[in-house]
């Protein structure tokens, strides 16, 4: 359906995607993850054939979009990161004219509007000029405006970003329904955006294309494996011997600890729906070791999508405690001392946890605009 070759694109010096290979099947919801400026937007903008590639090549169902772009772009309806609205006009002229435009005529041209009035559920609002409709009512109308046309692939850049909780419940569903028929990429820089909507993960960070899998594998794959920290005070040899005895202990890593003699730290990685921890404790209660540690640790699809994208000498102090498992040998290699000072970090960081929370990405940019009605 789509496949992604080489792909590079540059702004001068600024590599902003870099090499991407990647194969879009057909019916399938995909989910372009990555933080803020991880190259989602020129990825989606090139795909979509509105803008040139420094190199590689996009195939839409075989189409070239540089060298084909009316054929591969029929295929393809776009909804940028900033929708393409005329707030002067209604949600109903406006679809006229991006029909117009996309070349529907006539009754082809009037049923179809019927039809993504319906799907988006705009009927309501069909007659209001579009700049006095709510954020939320807006994004529906560009969502109606990309699948004008009847596109197989529909692309939404971060499509519920800046929208309240309601709004986003609604626009999800919205996104799950279209995925029934056709194929769609979307692209946010919420993880559970992604683990809510898509069927396959692409996650990029600067450029690069990190993980790409279903959602299933990557979760399973990366979260399937319960992992224990446990320090005991004994001798290694026991503790072996102890240790091959507990039932749901896949494997496990045993290193003298660094501050005390006969102490031992232990990395158990054991079965995600066993709970192992009173087997270990009695079977060293019964040997009179003590357990002086025991912590259990999940990895969740958090940790990797932060693995996957931070730099781990770009830690915040206090992500590091969450992530210190995840991230503890690229430390240990080369650098006891990891780099909290980096103002780059915390910047990078403050940002997405107010993404998190505000689900917003763009506005951010605005903030120095931004003037609330409400304080
Ligand atoms: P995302 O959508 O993932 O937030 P973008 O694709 O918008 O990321 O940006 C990727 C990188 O390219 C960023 O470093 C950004 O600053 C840079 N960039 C994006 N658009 C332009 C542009 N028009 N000119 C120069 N640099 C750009
Ligand atoms: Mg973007």
């Known amino acids: 359906m789509i496949e992604v070759k080489n792909l590079t694109k540059k702004y001068g010096d600024n590599t902003a995607v870099s090499n991407l290979n990647f194969i ?53 309806g776009y909804l940028p990161e900033q929708p393409p609205l005329y707030p ?13 435009a996309k070349g529907l005529r006539k009754a082809d041209l009037a049923e179809q509007i019927e039809k993504v009035i319906d799907i988006t559920q705009i009927d309501d609002v069909r007659n209001r000029l579009i700049k006095n409709l709510s954020k939320g009512y807006r994004q529906r109308v560009g969502i109606a405006q990309a699948m004008l046309g009847d596109p197989e692939i529909i692309i939404l850049d971060e499509p519920t970003v800046g929208l309240d909780p309601k709004q986003i419940i609604e626009i999800r569903a919205l996104i799950k329904t279209l995925g029934e028929q056709r194929t769609v990429i979307l692209s946010s820089h919420i993880l559970p955006e992604v683990s809510a909507i898509c069927d396959y993960v692409m996650i990029i960070s600067k450029g690069s294309l990190v993980a790409s899998d279903t959602l299933e594998n990557l979760s399973n794959y990366l979260t399937g494996d319960k992992i224990m920290d446990l320090s005991v005070r004994g001798e290694e040899g026991k503790i072996r011997m102890a240790l091959n005895e507990i039932e749901g ?42 357990v002086l540690n025991m912590v259990n640790e999940i990895i969740t699809l958090e940790d990797v999508f932060l693995r996957l994208t931070t730099d781990p000498d770009e830690v915040r102090e206090d992500a590091l405690q969450l992530r210190e498992n995840l991230i503890v040998e690229e430390f ?5 001392e990891p780099d909290y000072e980096d103002d780059e970090a915390y910047d990078d960081e403050d940002e997405y946890d107010d993404d998190y929370e505000d689900g917003g990405g763009k506005d951010d940019k605005d903030d120095g605009d931004y003037k609330p009605l409400f304080k």
């Open 24 to 76: 879009v099947e057909k019916g399938k919801i995909y989910g372009f993850l990555g933080p803020n400026g991880a190259g989602k937007s020129t990825t989606m903008n090139i795909i979509a054939g509105c803008l040139a590639a420094t190199e590689g090549q996009v195939l839409i169902d075989g189409h070239d979009i540089f060298e084909e772009p009316k054929a591969a772009k029929s295929h393809i």
């Open 249 to 290: 202990i896949i494997e496990y890593e045993i290193t003298p600890s660094r501050d005390d003699d006969g102490i031992f730290d232990i990395v158990i990685k054991s079965d995600r729906d066993r709970d192992i921890r009173e087997s270990v404790f009695f079977a060293f209660s019964d040997l009179r070791f003590p």
């Open 88 to 100: 002067d006009m209604t949600p109903y002229e406006y679809l006229r004219f991006v029909g117009t």
């Open 332 to 336: 240990d290699a080369d650098d006891d």
